[in-house]
Each structure stands twice: as C-alpha cells, then as structure tokens.
C-alpha cells in the first residue's frame, strides 16, 4: 500500500514538473517570437522587417498584439513539384497534378509595422493613407512569392458588399527577349487572372476567439465547374475575415469566402481571339491583362459592421498557368467558348488544398469603408444648370496620376512643372463642366528617385531635390480648391519600368495603371461619366458648347452613346510664348554651349500652359490614323476595365452566352451605337499641352525652315485659311502667302473664349 502511494505520488510531481516545462518553453518561444515580432532595424529604415516563423502552432501566436499586416511567402521550389522539368524554358505539368507539400517551417513571414492595428486610432490613419502604406515596392525584392498579388490598393464596395482589390501584373515589369528569366520567374501571377473551380470537403466554420485567425478546419480540393460549390465555379483566393476588439486586445475569425472576378479574364482573352495568356517576350498588347481587379465577398453578417474593426487574409489557391488553347480555357457551358480544359484529367477528384496555415498569403489587410461623395454636383462658373438632375452625385469626373516632378518615359529627361501645371489644369476643368477631381499624387515615389540619384539644376533653384520642395506633394495645389470638387490621393508607388513599346525590355508604367483602375473602381459609381487623363491634356468644348454637361445630356438624350473619344496629336509651343533659359544638366543648354548657339527656351511665366500650346500640327479635324492615340470619356458602369487610351473590357465583351439574346459572336468589336469620335469642329478637341523641354528647341533655327529634314517643336502658326495636306505635314513645307514657314494651326476659341476665362479663374485663386 505505502509503496503504491508512493509510486501515485511521483507520478503526480512527475506530471507536474512536465506541465511547468511545457509551460516555460512556451513562454520563451512567445518571448521570442515578440522579440522579433516588435524589433527593428539597427539603421533606423523604416522598412519590412524579414524573418521564418512557423504558424503551426496556435499557441505560438496567442500573444501576438497588436495584429500587423505581414506576407506569408512560398519558395518557388513550393511549385517545382508540378512540372516534368523545372528548369526547362516551357514548363509542363505534370498529369495528374501532384499536391504541394509545404508546411509551416519553409514559409517566410514579412511584417509590415507601419501597417500595425493597435488601436481604432492607429487603424482609422492606416484606413486613411491605404495605398501610401503598402508594401508596393517591397514586392519583387524582399517579397519573392510569384503566386501573391501584388496589392496596390483595397477598400469596401459602394454598396458595402464586397472588398475590392487593385492588384497588377508583376510579370509585366521586365519583357522581352533580355528578361526570359524574369518573366518565367513571374509566370505564376499568370495564373491569377485564370479561374479555378473549388469543392469544400466540410463546412466547419468556427468562429471562437483566436489571435491568429485560424479558420477551424475549412479545407478545400480542386474540382470541375460541375461538382464545384455554387460560390466556387470560378474563384482564385480564399478571402478570410477577422475582426478586432481593441477594448480585449483581441482578433476574433469571422469566416471565410470565396473570391470572385469582376468579369472572366480567360473568357475575355477568348472572346478577343488570343490564343494564350502567357507570351514568352512582349505582352505589350494584352492592356487587359496588367490591372488584377479582385472581389472578396463580405460576410452579410459582417456588412453592418463598424468600420475600422475587420481585417482580411488573401490565400491564393496555386495551380499552374494554363499556357494555350489547348489546356488554356477553363469555361462551362454557358460561356459559348470551348471547354479546353481537362479538370478531371488534370487534377482529378482528391486534389486537396494545404492548410492556409500552410499556405503563402497575404495577412491582415485592412477593410476601409469609402468615404461618401457629396450629394449635389458643382455647379460651374458659366451658371449652367442640368436640366434633369442626375441620379449620381456626380456628372462627369476627371481621373489623373502625377507629380510635383517626373521622368520622361525611357527617363531621358526631368520635368519640374507638376505643381503649376496641376493648378492650371484643375482650374481649367472646373470651367468646362467637370464635377470632381481626383488626384493620384505620385510626388512620395519621385522624390525618392531624385534623391537617390542625387539630381540638381544648380541654375534654378525650383529644381534642386533636396530643397524640400517635394515633401509636401501636390497638396499645396489641391488645398486650393475645395474637398468638394477636388480629392487627392497619396500615391507613391514607383513604376516598376518606363521604356517604350519598341524596347528590349518593353515599358509598363504599373503605378500609373493600378491608379486608373483604382480610380474607376472607387468612384466610378459617384458619377454618369469618367476621364482619365494627364495634367497636359485639355478636353475642350467647342462649336456653340461651353460645358462638357451640355454635350453628354444631348448624347444621353439623343444617342444613348457610352464611350465618347477624342484622337490625339501633341501640340507644339508658341515660339512667341517662350523666353531664353539656361539648363547645366542638359548639354545643349548649358551657359558656354549659349555663347555660340541659340539660347535654350521655356514657357513664359506669364503665360498659361493652354495658351502657350494652342497650335496643333495637324490641323483639326484629325485624320483617321490619329485614332490610335486616343483619350475617352466613358461610363463606369459600362466600361469595367480600362487603360490610358482604351476602354479594353465592357460589360458586352464580358458577357456570356447564355445572357445574351441572338447571335453570340465571339470577337466585339467597336460598336458604332455604343461609342464614336467626337466632332471636333462642333462638340469638342483634345488640345496634349505635352512639355517641350529647352533641350529640344535648341536646333530651331536649323529645323524651323522651309523643308528642313527633322520636325520643329516649336509652333510657328499657320494662316487659319491655309489648306491641310496631311501627306505633307512631316515634309515641312507649309508656308504663309509670303513663302514665310509655318508648321501649326492655333485654335481661336481656346485664344479668344477659353484662355481669358482660365486666366480669370487663375487670378482667382491668387486672390486677384
């Protein structure tokens, strides 16, 4: 009995000293964890912190406060496992597709603390300044995980239904023939734009309070359209919620759904007659495939939440690109194109999804609600009224991505206009009838360029990068017009490439792009009609019209139009508005090169931009050929996708057969009843005020001649009756009655109607 007693009692102290040691190693591994979880750079950067963490263990995250954005990435070799060869140039799946087999310990977690939800305060500046506090340009350096978005903004729906996300194309970044690798690098985001099909093996959504958002079991297998869930027919990421209790310190799981496309990217690319998806140098022609939009579905009892409480976890279900026609189109029957795509084949029926414990991912994204648009539209100065009230809160909008200072594409030349050029142009707008601005300030992303490489203009003092002039962006510009017509937006993502089409490593102006597609997709439903535009071209109304509002309601009224367009030229400088200038950064305008040659030359002070380029080289109205370099006025509702110069996918493109009534044709092609040109001579023009640099007016006494063998930039305008020959426009050999050159036609509206009210409203702003 006593030695019974005893071996009870020693196996009780046993079980005890066990406990306490499991206890202490717990407390050192979450010692440790907060550790590196909190710390930070010895040099002070303000950078993402980058380290491996294993999520395996809940426990091991429990004491994780405060939540902080962070990027769960996979090593590429996660993928290798699919393919007969990993290292060939065209990969090939292997049939039927193998699983991955991650777990915890391969993936890296980075954390982003300026994105760290510690309290309503903290979360509300960081719902606030979203797309200036991702981790945008981390993205191809210290986050090399082919199959994450690449998020360049994100907020809730108008309607409180969804978080859209604004990702782009990292592949497009570097093409061409120098940049094979990279492109195979970056196939995987391919895939991101190609829906899958998605079959729940259970329903277990357990919502207990945890700190690491755990889901409670939730797993998923590929599956055909047939026997896919009826959310999961075509998806692509796991979208997970959670929200914060502040008060407790606390991160509650709320459930998880399926992502939906806001139109099927694949059945597009068909529908466009693309035979693939992925093209192994240039994809300069597939504009429909650099902006990612992406919807995740809010829980409905989640959509009457407060705001500033939830967060999102993006998980992307991976597969491998499906390359071409053959293995390239994942439709169901009701699309009308072919079903190409083999998923029993490929996958077969036990294809199970990792955990998303033990998944790459994005983490703890936060879910801003949009700030309301005021309820009644500006009205302009020249008193015009519409005369049917329209539903939207807006008419028409203006969309812009600039910056105090830029590159020229190919960075060959500096510009330093951004601010008085925004001025003018903002100005300019609100006279012709455009309701609200909105700028995408891209200043954060330059200044940063300009400092690196340490660019100053010693002769002007405007110039120099490092006097502070960049740091406040172009909200002394926006400041002067009221939140009601005017709304800037930080934006400093830098563009991942700039070069030409014709390049070797062809240009993509990625953080231009995602600013256009944020625009449309945050604020196309304030208003009937959008622009996207740059600050040097100006949409002017012409003929007996004085206000953009007057042109569409008779388009709306008369010819239910919803793309109207404007063909493109770019305007030369008035030599007659230029002053001599001198620039030691450009050769051909520095103080010696003037002693011998012309003096350099720039706009006026005392003259607007307008003015200064009002003469066209090609006399309006435009030829035919000029439609290729076009701007639009478009309907949001309309056009779900567009890109610079062109609405690339609309609701009729998008739409299926079996919504269709009649024929279904594959390829759409422009609609003469849904949009047109406008009439330049009787509704409007497109005046492109594009910067002529001093350097490039440096030859004009050579080049501004009758049959010089190069173009002159500089405007000599032509007598208004003179004819226009387009065959001989690039042979310089127009000329006055007294055989004097002459190279451009000027525009006498914008001189005698539109400039002295530009002028006014300037002086205005002055406080003239």
């Known amino acids: 009995m006593v030695a019974s007693n005893g ?243 606390s991160v509650t799981y709320q459930g998880e759904i399926l992502s939906t496309y806001p139109f099927n990217y694949e059945f597009v690319n068909w529908r466009k007659k693309k035979s693939t998806m992925v093209e192994d140098n240039k994809e300069q022609s597939y504009f429909w495939l650099s902006s990612l939009l992406i919807n995740c579905p809010i829980p409905t009892h989640l959509q009457i939440a407060p705001p500033f409480t939830l967060m999102l976890d993006i998980i992307p279900i991976r597969t491998p690109v499906r390359r071409n026609d053959r293995d390239g189109f994942f439709f169901h029957e009701g699309h009308g194109g072919p079903m190409t795509f083999d998923a029993a084949a490929m996958w077969q029926r036990n294809h199970v999804l990792p955990e998303a414990a033990s998944s790459g991912r994005w983490e703890n994204l936060p879910i801003c609600t949009l700030k309301k648009p005021h309820s009644k539209a500006t009205i302009s100065d020249g008193g015009y009224t519409n005369p049917t009230p329209a539903k939207k809160p807006y008419r028409l909008v203006a969309c812009t991505w600039t910056s105090a200072q830029h590159q020229r594409r190919g960075n060959e030349r500096r510009i330093s206009d951004g601010k008085s050029r925004l001025r003018e142009w903002i100005a300019f707008n609100l006279q012709v009838g455009f309701d609200h601005v909105y700028v995408f300030d891209n200043t954060g992303a330059n200044s940063t360029i300009f400092r690196l490489k340490n660019e100053v203009d010693n002769d002007d003092p405007r110039n120099d990068a490092s006097n502070g002039d960049l740091e406040d962006g172009l909200s002394s510009v926006t400041d002067l017009f009221p939140s009601s017509q005017v709304t800037r937006i930080d934006w400093p993502a830098t563009v991942c490439n700039n070069n030409r089409p014709a390049h070797d490593d062809p240009g993509e102006r990625s953080s231009q792009y995602a600013a256009e597609a944020a625009c449309r997709t945050r604020y196309g439903a304030h208003t009937d009609w959008m622009a996207s535009m740059d600050p040097d071209e100006y949409f002017v109304p012409m003929g007996k019209y004085t206000n953009w509002k007057e042109i569409l309601d008779k388009i709306d009224r008369e010819e239910g139009l919803k793309v109207l367009k404007f063909r493109s030229t770019r305007a030369r400088p008035l030599l007659e508005f230029l002053t001599p200038t001198y620039d030691e950064g450009a050769k051909e305008c520095t103080r010696d090169m003037a002693k011998e040659h012309n003096q350099c030359l720039v706009k006026r002070d005392d003259k607007t931009y307008l003015e200064t380029y009002n003469c066209e080289y090609i006399k309006t109205p435009k030829p035919e050929r000029f439609a290729r370099a076009m701007k639009q006025f478009y309907r949001p509702d309309y056009v779900i996708s567009h890109f610079v110069h062109y609405s690339t996918v609309t609701t009729d493109l998008a739409t299926e057969k079996q919504h269709t009534k009649g024929k279904f044709h594959q390829q759409i092609t422009a609609n003469n009843k849904i949009e047109r040109f406008v009439d330049e001579s009787n509704e409007g023009i497109l005046i492109h005020a594009k910067t002529t640099v001093p350097a490039e007016t440096f030859s004009r006494d050579e080049l501004c001649a009758l049959n010089s063998p190069n173009p002159c930039l500089v405007g000599i305008p032509c007598p208004d009756d003179l004819p226009f020959n387009d065959e001989l426009h690039q042979k310089n050999v127009f000329h006055d009655e007294k055989g004097e050159f002459c190279n451009c036609w000027m525009n006498r509206k914008v001189e005698r109607y539109w400039v002295p009210k530009l002028v006014d409203a300037l002086d205005k702003l002055s406080g003239g």
């Not at 940049?179 to 985001?189: N, V």
């Not at 391919?190 to 959504?205: C, E, G």
């Not at 939730?218 to 959670?242: M, N, Q, W």
């Open 7 to 249: 071996r009870k009692l020693y196996s009780l102290f046993l079980s005890i000293g066990l406990f306490f040691t499991f206890l202490t190693s717990i407390t050192v591994v979450v010692w440790h964890e907060e550790i590196i979880s909190h710390g930070h750079r010895d040099d002070g950067a303000n950078q993402p912190l980058l380290r491996s963490h294993s999520a395996a263990q809940p426990s091991r995250l429990l004491e994780e406060w405060p939540p902080v954005c962070s990027a769960y990435t996979e090593p590429l070799s996660s993928t290798d496992v699919w393919y007969e060869d990993p290292s060939a140039d065209k990969l090939t799946p292997k049939i039927p597709l193998p699983m991955r087999t991650m777990t915890t310990q391969n993936l890296t977690r980075i954390i982003f603390p300026t994105m760290s939800y510690s309290s309503i305060d903290a979360t509300s500046n960081i719902c606030n300044n979203v797309p200036s506090l991702l981790p945008i340009d981390e993205f191809g350096s210290t986050i090399m995980d082919t199959y994450l978005p690449w998020i360049h903004d994100l907020f809730i729906s108008q309607d409180g239904t969804n978080v859209n996300i604004i990702a782009q194309n990292k592949r497009r970044c570097h093409k061409g023939k120098l940049h094979t690798s990279e492109m195979k690098f970056w196939e995987g985001q391919v895939a991101l734009f190609q829906p899958v099909a998605i079959k729940r093996l259970n329903a277990t959504t357990n919502t207990r309070a945890t700190r690491n958002g755990n889901s409670g079991g939730v797993r998923y297998r590929l599956s055909t359209h047939e026997e896919a869930d009826p959310d999961g027919v075509e998806t692509r990421f796991i979208c997970r919620f959670k929200s914060v209790d502040y008060t407790q310190q």
